[in-house]
Protein backbone atom coordinates (compact mmCIF):
# COMPACT_ATOMS: atom_id res chain seq x y z
CA UNK A 1 0.00 0.00 0.00
CA UNK A 2 2.94 2.42 -0.12
CA UNK A 3 2.86 2.70 -3.44
CA UNK A 4 -0.28 3.57 -3.69
CA UNK A 5 -0.65 6.53 -0.66
CA UNK A 6 2.90 8.02 -2.00
CA UNK A 7 2.35 8.23 -5.32
CA UNK A 8 -1.30 9.74 -4.63
CA UNK A 9 0.43 12.39 -2.51
CA UNK A 10 3.08 12.69 -4.80
CA UNK A 11 0.52 13.01 -7.73
CA UNK A 12 -1.88 15.69 -6.08
CA UNK A 13 1.23 17.50 -5.42
CA UNK A 14 2.61 17.79 -8.36
CA UNK A 15 -0.85 17.75 -10.41
CA UNK A 16 -1.59 21.44 -8.60
CA UNK A 17 -1.95 24.09 -11.29
CA UNK A 18 -0.68 21.77 -14.31
CA UNK A 19 -1.64 21.90 -17.89
CA UNK A 20 -4.69 19.60 -17.77
CA UNK A 21 -5.79 21.72 -15.22
CA UNK A 22 -5.72 24.79 -16.51
CA UNK A 23 -7.22 23.89 -19.74
CA UNK A 24 -10.34 22.54 -17.76
CA UNK A 25 -10.92 25.80 -15.72
CA UNK A 26 -10.31 28.19 -18.78
CA UNK A 27 -12.81 26.02 -20.56
CA UNK A 28 -15.29 26.09 -17.90
CA UNK A 29 -14.43 29.75 -17.10
CA UNK A 30 -15.28 30.73 -21.04
CA UNK A 31 -17.80 28.00 -21.89
CA UNK A 32 -19.50 27.25 -18.33
CA UNK A 33 -19.79 24.13 -16.26
CA UNK A 34 -20.94 22.25 -19.09
CA UNK A 35 -20.93 18.39 -17.78
CA UNK A 36 -19.87 16.78 -21.16
CA UNK A 37 -16.15 18.62 -20.30
CA UNK A 38 -15.63 17.06 -16.90
CA UNK A 39 -16.65 13.65 -18.19
CA UNK A 40 -13.99 14.07 -21.04
CA UNK A 41 -11.04 15.10 -18.44
CA UNK A 42 -12.06 12.04 -16.10
CA UNK A 43 -11.92 9.91 -19.03
CA UNK A 44 -8.88 11.29 -20.04
CA UNK A 45 -7.85 10.94 -16.38
CA UNK A 46 -8.37 7.74 -16.21
CA UNK A 47 -6.46 6.56 -19.69
CA UNK A 48 -3.48 8.46 -18.97
CA UNK A 49 -3.51 7.12 -14.85
CA UNK A 50 -3.76 3.52 -16.44
CA UNK A 51 -1.28 3.97 -19.14
CA UNK A 52 1.35 4.98 -16.85
CA UNK A 53 0.74 1.87 -14.25
CA UNK A 54 0.96 -0.46 -17.51
CA UNK A 55 4.42 1.23 -18.73
CA UNK A 56 5.66 0.74 -15.11
CA UNK A 57 4.94 -2.56 -14.96
CA UNK A 58 6.66 -3.42 -18.20
CA UNK A 59 9.76 -1.50 -16.54
CA UNK A 60 9.52 -3.29 -13.42
CA UNK A 61 10.15 -6.49 -14.97
CA UNK A 62 13.49 -4.60 -17.01
CA UNK A 63 15.45 -3.48 -14.02
CA UNK A 64 17.12 -4.79 -11.37
CA UNK A 65 16.13 -3.86 -7.67
CA UNK A 66 19.09 -1.32 -7.03
CA UNK A 67 18.08 0.43 -10.27
CA UNK A 68 14.32 0.79 -9.25
CA UNK A 69 15.24 3.08 -6.60
CA UNK A 70 17.58 5.11 -8.68
CA UNK A 71 14.84 5.21 -11.37
CA UNK A 72 12.19 6.48 -8.48
CA UNK A 73 14.24 9.42 -7.51
CA UNK A 74 14.76 10.61 -10.91
CA UNK A 75 11.03 10.40 -11.97
CA UNK A 76 10.81 13.00 -8.87
CA UNK A 77 13.26 14.90 -9.71
CA UNK A 78 12.00 15.72 -13.30
CA UNK A 79 8.50 16.43 -12.46
CA UNK A 80 9.55 18.57 -10.31
CA UNK A 81 11.63 20.43 -12.46
CA UNK A 82 8.94 20.36 -14.95
CA UNK A 83 6.51 21.84 -12.17
CA UNK A 84 8.68 24.54 -12.00
CA UNK A 85 10.09 25.53 -15.83
CA UNK A 86 6.97 25.23 -17.72
CA UNK A 87 4.12 27.00 -16.62
CA UNK A 88 1.09 26.53 -18.78
CA UNK A 89 -0.45 29.25 -20.62
CA UNK A 90 -3.10 30.75 -18.40
CA UNK A 91 -5.57 31.23 -21.39
CA UNK A 92 -5.78 28.02 -23.48
CA UNK A 93 -7.61 28.65 -27.11
CA UNK A 94 -10.24 26.04 -27.68
CA UNK A 95 -11.53 27.14 -31.40
CA UNK A 96 -13.87 24.29 -31.75
CA UNK A 97 -15.61 23.35 -28.56
CA UNK A 98 -15.34 19.99 -29.74
CA UNK A 99 -15.12 17.11 -26.91
CA UNK A 100 -13.20 14.67 -28.94
CA UNK A 101 -10.06 17.30 -29.53
CA UNK A 102 -10.80 18.04 -25.93
CA UNK A 103 -9.63 14.29 -25.21
CA UNK A 104 -6.81 14.08 -27.35
CA UNK A 105 -5.77 17.77 -26.01
CA UNK A 106 -5.81 16.33 -22.35
CA UNK A 107 -4.32 13.08 -23.30
CA UNK A 108 -1.82 14.29 -25.39
CA UNK A 109 -0.47 16.54 -21.92
CA UNK A 110 -1.33 14.17 -19.37
CA UNK A 111 0.78 11.64 -20.73
CA UNK A 112 3.55 13.91 -21.13
CA UNK A 113 3.12 16.01 -17.49
CA UNK A 114 4.98 15.46 -13.84
CA UNK A 115 2.06 13.33 -12.01
CA UNK A 116 1.69 10.48 -14.84
CA UNK A 117 5.83 10.71 -14.92
CA UNK A 118 5.46 10.35 -10.99
CA UNK A 119 2.96 7.44 -11.63
CA UNK A 120 5.55 5.55 -13.98
CA UNK A 121 8.56 6.51 -11.83
CA UNK A 122 7.11 5.63 -8.26
CA UNK A 123 5.55 2.49 -9.77
CA UNK A 124 8.94 0.85 -10.95
CA UNK A 125 10.69 2.10 -7.89
CA UNK A 126 8.22 0.69 -5.28
CA UNK A 127 7.68 -2.12 -7.25
CA UNK A 128 4.24 -1.64 -7.23
CA UNK A 129 2.38 -0.15 -10.55
CA UNK A 130 -1.01 -1.26 -10.23
CA UNK A 131 -1.41 0.82 -6.91
CA UNK A 132 0.59 3.50 -8.31
CA UNK A 133 -1.47 3.65 -11.29
CA UNK A 134 -4.79 3.23 -9.15
CA UNK A 135 -3.29 6.70 -7.44
CA UNK A 136 -2.49 8.20 -10.67
CA UNK A 137 -6.02 7.28 -11.75
CA UNK A 138 -7.68 8.71 -8.22
CA UNK A 139 -5.20 11.84 -8.04
CA UNK A 140 -5.38 12.71 -11.85
CA UNK A 141 -8.96 12.35 -11.58
CA UNK A 142 -9.82 14.03 -8.36
CA UNK A 143 -7.00 17.06 -9.89
CA UNK A 144 -9.39 18.00 -12.90
CA UNK A 145 -12.53 17.66 -11.51
CA UNK A 146 -11.45 20.40 -8.95
CA UNK A 147 -10.45 22.57 -11.82
CA UNK A 148 -14.17 22.19 -13.11
CA UNK A 149 -15.56 22.61 -9.61
CA UNK A 150 -13.34 25.78 -8.91
CA UNK A 151 -11.74 27.38 -12.46
CA UNK A 152 -11.42 30.73 -10.78
CA UNK A 153 -8.66 29.74 -8.97
CA UNK A 154 -6.45 28.76 -11.62
CA UNK A 155 -5.98 31.87 -13.08
CA UNK A 156 -3.88 33.63 -9.82
CA UNK A 157 -0.47 34.13 -9.54
CA UNK A 158 -0.86 31.97 -6.18
CA UNK A 159 -1.52 28.95 -8.08
CA UNK A 160 1.48 29.30 -10.72
CA UNK A 161 3.53 29.80 -7.62
CA UNK A 162 2.23 26.94 -5.94
CA UNK A 163 3.09 24.85 -8.26
CA UNK A 164 6.76 26.37 -8.49
CA UNK A 165 7.16 25.52 -5.14
CA UNK A 166 6.14 22.15 -5.17
CA UNK A 167 8.10 21.58 -7.95
CA UNK A 168 11.10 23.12 -5.17
CA UNK A 169 9.79 20.43 -2.97
CA UNK A 170 10.28 17.40 -5.79
CA UNK A 171 13.32 18.17 -6.18
CA UNK A 172 14.69 18.58 -2.72
CA UNK A 173 12.98 14.74 -2.57
CA UNK A 174 14.75 13.29 -5.19
CA UNK A 175 17.87 14.75 -3.99
CA UNK A 176 17.57 13.35 -0.45
CA UNK A 177 16.48 10.01 -2.09
CA UNK A 178 19.79 10.47 -3.87
CA UNK A 179 21.54 10.66 -0.94
CA UNK A 180 19.79 8.02 1.19
CA UNK A 181 20.21 5.38 -1.86
CA UNK A 182 23.83 6.16 -2.16
CA UNK A 183 24.48 5.76 1.87
CA UNK A 184 25.61 10.05 1.72
CA UNK A 185 23.39 11.05 4.77
Known sequence: MPAFYLTLMAVLLAGIGARDQVIV???TQRQGARPGVLIVALLSAVLAG???GWAAALMLAELPPPARQIFA???LGLA????MAWAPRPDPREPTNSLGALLLVLLMHQIADAPRFLVFGMGVGL???VPAGLAGVLGGSALVAFAWFQPHLFSTP???WTRRIVGAALVLAALAAVLEIFNLV
Open 158 to 160: AAR
Open 127 to 129: AGP
Open 73 to 75: AIA
Open 80 to 83: GLES
Open 50 to 52: ALA
Open 25 to 27: AGL
